[in-house]
């Protein structure tokens, strides 16, 4: 309605001091004002806090917000706190009489936004004393920590199940940025019984143009490539910690400024190493993926994966931190055999369940599948987003169809059939 849109406006502006919502904000914001429950998958940074930290300010009652690490936890209610917000955490690493005072406000109703880990939430104890209150909406942040078949497991949170049946007419908003199917399915089952509205936001990065090259000799090939781009900043992904030293000793002696960081790496150098890229401009690293996480460098002009990601979803998070700054950007990704039969074999010889290998493979098949389609890239990554693409004019495969007319599409639909 009307006013209600002007009261979520009211709160995103007097409040968080932002003019407009962000791509899927409203639409979810919206969908908890009507009561319903909602899984937003949206990307990393996309502004997914908003999502209940508006709705909990334009509802009365009490918010509560599920987090699975006191670090987070204790950032968002300080940044709530800063913008005179009336936030609380309870959690294990405050003293009792913090807890205490933090239970006050809350029993006396002037706290709207509470933060508990899930162990703590779902005490009887706790549980027993929320019910009592008027809760208005419940927040699952990181909610792909509930799903087995995600990266994050998490035991506390396969209990938040019961939270439907114990707040039976509260909303409830799960949110993750992790959005492979099964997951997802995974989250409604146990979270909502299957009965949410799922809203899939905001995945493209059309400035990044994506291509894949087969892979014959990486290191002239990565050559050719950053020979293009001099001057520029980039990363460079290789699979193993070796390979990245190697690469970047090679690009070194070729002229290019460049370094390496992998975990292997003493904690001086690798601080050295990513300080260096951060502040100067034009520095290459050649990294293993334990570079990049909380890497937000506007200006980086390319990733280039020398072997295949782990899957379709890590690919994405790699490639996303290219163009940043909103400027045409690349993800270019050296494509081999051998890599295929690597990965098989991490697979197999990791100590999980048959089930867990079965879906491991399955994600590498989706993998191997947009690395080998003909189809626009874009389409297939947004797809397995679960968003419907226009093809995009900016990915190899739309720009190698774009000019010809010379038979080679169709040859290529031929053989792919
Ligand atoms: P996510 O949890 O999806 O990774 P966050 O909720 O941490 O993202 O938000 C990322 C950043 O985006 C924060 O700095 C936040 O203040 C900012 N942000 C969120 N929504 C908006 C908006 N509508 N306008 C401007 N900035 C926003
Ligand atoms: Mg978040
Ligand atoms: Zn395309």
Redesign the pocket.
């Known amino acids: 309605s009307l006013r209600a849109d002007d009261r979520k406006r009211r709160v995103?502006k007097d409040v968080?001091g932002?003019d407009?919502?962000?791509p899927g904000?409203a639409a979810v914001i919206e969908a908890l004002l009507a009561g319903r429950h909602v899984l937003a998958v949206?990307?990393?940074?996309?502004?997914?806090?908003?999502c209940y930290q508006v709705p909990a300010l334009v509802k009365g009652g009490l918010t509560i917000v599920v987090s699975p690490l006191v670090a987070l936890m204790q950032d968002q209610v300080a940044a709530l706190r800063l913008a005179g917000v009336a936030a609380d955490t309870i959690n294990s690493s405050l003293e009792r009489e913090a807890n205490v005072a933090a239970w006050r406000r809350v029993a006396s109703g002037q706290t709207r936004l509470l933060y508990l880990a899930p162990e703590r939430l779902m005490t009887e104890r706790m549980l027993d004393a929320l019910s009592r209150l008027d809760v208005g909406l419940i927040a699952i942040d990181e909610a792909h920590c509930i799903s087995q078949w995600g990266p994050a497991f998490r035991r506390e949170y396969e209990d938040l199940s019961r939270l439907r049946g114990l707040f039976p007419d509260v909303p409830i908003i799960a949110?993750t940025?992790t959005a492979d199917e099964a997951t997802r399915a995974d989250i409604e089952a146990r979270l909502f019984a299957g009965r949410a509205e799922t809203l899939v936001l905001g995945f493209d990065r059309p400035n990044i143009k994506l291509a894949i090259e087969p892979k014959q000799d990486s290191k002239r090939q990565l050559l050719r490539f950053i020979e293009r781009h001099q001057g520029k900043s980039g990363i460079i992904y290789c699979l193993s910690r070796r390979k990245t030293e190697e690469m970047a000793a090679f690009l070194e002696k070729n002229g290019v400024r460049a370094l390496a960081y992998h975990a292997g790496m003493s904690k001086e150098t690798r601080e050295a190493n990513q300080n260096a890229f951060m502040s100067l401009s034009g520095v290459v690293m050649v990294a293993t993926i334990a570079f990049g996480m909380g890497i937000d460098k506007p200006d980086v002009a390319y990733v280039f994966h020398t072997d295949l990601p782990g899957s379709l979803e890590a690919y994405y998070q790699e490639i996303g931190r290219a163009g940043r700054d909103g400027r045409s950007a690349e993800a270019h990704m050296l494509y081999g055999l051998g890599d295929i039969r690597t990965r098989r074999m991490f697979i197999d010889d990791e100590d999980t369940s048959t089930e867990h290998k079965r879906r491991a493979h399955r994600r590498l098949d989706t993998l191997i599948g947009y690395c080998e389609t003909a189809q626009c890239r874009r389409q297939v990554l947004l797809g397995y987003f679960g968003e419907d693409a226009q093809a995009c004019g900016n990915c190899d495969n739309c720009l190698d169809q774009a000019p010809r007319a010379d038979g080679g599409t169709e040859a290529r639909i031929i053989l792919a059939a």
């Open positions: 995103l968080f932002f407009d919502f962000r904000q949206m990307p990393t940074g996309a502004g997914k806090s908003l949110l940025a």
